[in-house]
């Protein structure tokens, strides 16, 4: 009796104290460098400051809402930018297996690494592809990895997605992610939306088609005047294409109710895809363009409307964010992200994915516009926590560049250049100048 009766009372000790053993749910709120103009001929990805391996190595990757893996960059790869780029040498968690994925132009080979988010999120064995191959193509759009946000609906795949392994390990307070591109200090929230980051109420819509899209009502130019396309259009959102894209863009252009009143109109004379507007006058030129999404109007900043001169644009035109797509088709890309604030809620279970819509938080938009439709299933899938505080990082991130020298050296026949820290130099052996020790000259960097 005395045995079961201990028996009974370690087992009902247990119950109550294993949730105490459980993860508490959280959510991090992470910096995002952002170009401060969309222009002709710099980059315009977003990177967001992540951590790989063990110790952690702080680094930034670029935001792929439409991609579903992470995916690093190796030093292994020849055209890659080395910039915050991760080394699996120092890391006493990375697995590689021989499977290749991806292309000549973005590939490389399957494997497992521990991810850190914020120094608060953690998961230890997060499927990844070590990137050691990037066309130079490629190469101009990120360094440092991808960070994929968007969980695919596929079974077999759906486990290998970062947010679904933190969500099933009972690690976020939601199954949502919110985005603010533009403005100062951009962040991207994991886990919560950050009420500090939005205007008012989010306008939640369904996600189309589990692949990124949502139903857009009007596209308009100027004076709010509707661009002539058959509404509602399904339109894909992405974080790594730079522009708005329409199917047809002549319409637009030669119609002055829609691009307005402009000194000059271009079209680039190639491909017949890039709509340039004269800025050579003494008044800096205007250009307004809005979408509309479930019954709200989300107008585009001027400031990434209209990029800077450049020598890509013709002489004394600037070009625009509005161009035409091939192939055809209608995608929101960076110029439209950086003038909302977006919260996507991820599918689990019986509940499918929605985006959510605001204005980012500072916005001189007002509005006292209402969304039209409410979205379905709210009260089931749209029941968010909000979060109290800012959870404080409990593991620890090494921000250095883990295996570079901390003395510097010149680089061999470049006196100009910056000099460098390097890698690995403790092993290599003294040279000798003519009997005297010298480090400091090292050939060829
Ligand atoms: C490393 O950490 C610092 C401080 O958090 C951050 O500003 C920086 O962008 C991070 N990433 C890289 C690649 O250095
Ligand atoms: C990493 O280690 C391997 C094997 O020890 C070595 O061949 C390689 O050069 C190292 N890579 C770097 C970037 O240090
Ligand atoms: C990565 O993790 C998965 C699932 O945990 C496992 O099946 C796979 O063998 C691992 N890959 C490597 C290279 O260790
Ligand atoms: C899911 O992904 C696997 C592996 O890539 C693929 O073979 C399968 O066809 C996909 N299933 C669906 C329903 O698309
Ligand atoms: C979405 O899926 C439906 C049904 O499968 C299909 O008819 C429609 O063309 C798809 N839309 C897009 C934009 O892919
Ligand atoms: C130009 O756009 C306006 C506003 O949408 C429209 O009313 C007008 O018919 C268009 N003009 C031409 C020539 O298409
Ligand atoms: C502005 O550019 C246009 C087109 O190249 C040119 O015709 C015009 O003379 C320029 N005006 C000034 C003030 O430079
Ligand atoms: C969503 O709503 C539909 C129709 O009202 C219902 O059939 C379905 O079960 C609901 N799904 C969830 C996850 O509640």
Redesign the pocket.
């Known amino acids: 009796m005395g045995t079961n009766l201990n028996m009974l009372i370690a087992w009902t000790a247990a119950i109550f104290l294993l949730p105490l053993c459980t993860v508490a749910k959280t959510w991090v709120s992470l910096?995002v460098?952002a170009p401060a103009r969309i222009e002709d001929d710099a980059p315009f990805g977003h990177?967001v400051?992540v951590a790989i391996g063990t110790p952690p190595q702080?680094?930034?990757f670029n935001i792929g809402i439409q991609d579903w893996l992470v995916a690093p960059l190796v030093p292994q790869c020849i055209f890659c930018p080395v910039?915050?780029m991760y080394d699996p040498n120092w890391s006493t968690s990375f697995k590689v297996s021989d499977k290749r994925k991806g292309s000549f132009d973005l590939g490389g080979l399957e494997g497992n690494e521990t991810f850190t988010l914020g120094g608060v999120l953690q998961d230890l064995n997060t499927p990844m592809i070590f990137i050691d191959q990037m066309g130079p193509e490629a190469a101009k759009r990120f360094s440092?990895g991808i960070l994929g946000l968007a969980p695919t609906k596929n079974e077999s795949l759906r486990g290998h997605n970062i947010l679904v392994r933190l969500d099933e390990q009972g690690q976020l307070l939601n199954p949502v992610w919110g985005l603010r591109l533009g403005g100062d200090n951009p962040r991207l929230t994991i886990g919560a939306l950050d009420p500090n980051e939005y205007e008012g109420e989010l306008n939640w819509v369904p996600e189309l088609n589990d692949t990124g899209m949502i139903k857009v009502d009007a596209y308009r130019g100027y004076q709010g005047n509707i661009l002539p396309f058959q509404y509602p259009v399904t339109a894909s959102l992405s974080s790594v294409s730079k522009n708005i894209y329409l199917p047809e863009i002549m319409t637009y252009l030669t119609n002055e109710s829609l691009i307005g009143p402009q000194e000059g109109v271009n079209l680039e004379p190639d491909h017949k895809q890039q709509i340039g507007i004269q800025c050579n006058g003494t008044q800096p030129p205007q250009l307004q363009f809005s979408v509309d999404i479930n019954g709200i109007n989300y107008p585009i900043n001027q400031h990434d409307l209209i990029r800077p001169p450049s020598i890509m644009a013709a002489k004394g035109f600037c070009n625009i964010g509005v161009y035409k797509a091939d192939p055809a088709g209608f995608e929101l890309g960076v110029v439209f992200l950086r003038s909302v604030y977006l919260a996507y809620r991820f599918p689990t279970g019986d509940c499918p994915g929605y985006y959510g819509f605001a204005f980012p938080k500072g916005s001189t938009t007002t509005s006292n516009q209402k969304p039209r439709d409410a979205p379905p299933n709210a009260s089931q899938c749209l029941s968010l926590v909000q979060p109290t505080s800012t959870p404080t990082p409990t593991i620890a991130?090494h921000?250095g560049k883990l295996g570079f020298s901390e003395e510097k050296f010149r680089v061999y026949g470049k006196a100009e250049d910056q000099w460098v820290a390097l890698r690995g130099v403790g092993d290599l052996p003294a040279l000798t100048v003519r009997g005297v020790e010298d480090k400091s000259v090292v050939n060829g960097g």
């Open positions: 910096p460098h990177q400051d702080n680094s930034s910039d915050g440092g991130v921000e």
